[in-house]
């Protein structure tokens, strides 16, 4: 069983970068499909991007945050990263990864496993 573990969250202004971290124990996260979603207050989760455990080549992207975030993996620290630039306020949420053991999804309950989740705050 893998366990995951998000950080890298804060407080910055509109414009800025943060990256985010999902760790993972347990197992590797190079066997798993791991994937970002985010949630703010009022509304439901959505998806931000996935890295396919078949294809790290070929990363999925919500069309609101391609072209500036960036999803990553490090075998060697069992860690996925979400580089997230041009931070915009429509960005605050609390974000978390999630694990599933087969392909692409960006259906949140197609996830088995999820971290704690860590808060972005950007403002304007």
């Known amino acids: 069983q893998v366990r995951l573990v998000e950080s890298g969250g804060g407080l910055v202004q509109a414009g800025d970068s943060l990256r985010l971290s999902c760790t993972a124990s347990?197992?590797?996260?190079?066997?798993?499909?791991v994937a970002w979603f985010r949630q703010a207050p009022g509304n439901e989760r959505g998806f931000v991007a996935a890295?396919?455990?078949?294809?790290?080549?070929?990363?999925d992207y919500a069309d609101s945050v391609k072209g500036r975030f960036t999803i990553s993996r490090d075998a060697g620290k069992n860690t996925v990263y979400l580089q997230m630039t041009g931070l915009k306020p429509e960005d605050t949420a609390i974000y978390s990864c999630?694990?599933?053991?087969?392909?692409?999804?960006?259906?949140?309950?197609?996830?088995?496993?999820w971290g704690q989740g860590t808060q972005v705050t950007v403002s304007s």
């Open positions: 347990g197992r590797p996260v190079s066997i798993y499909t």
């Open positions: 999630a694990s599933r053991y087969s392909g692409l999804s960006r259906v949140p309950s197609d996830f088995t496993t």
């Open positions: 890295l396919s455990r078949y294809d790290s080549d070929t990363p």
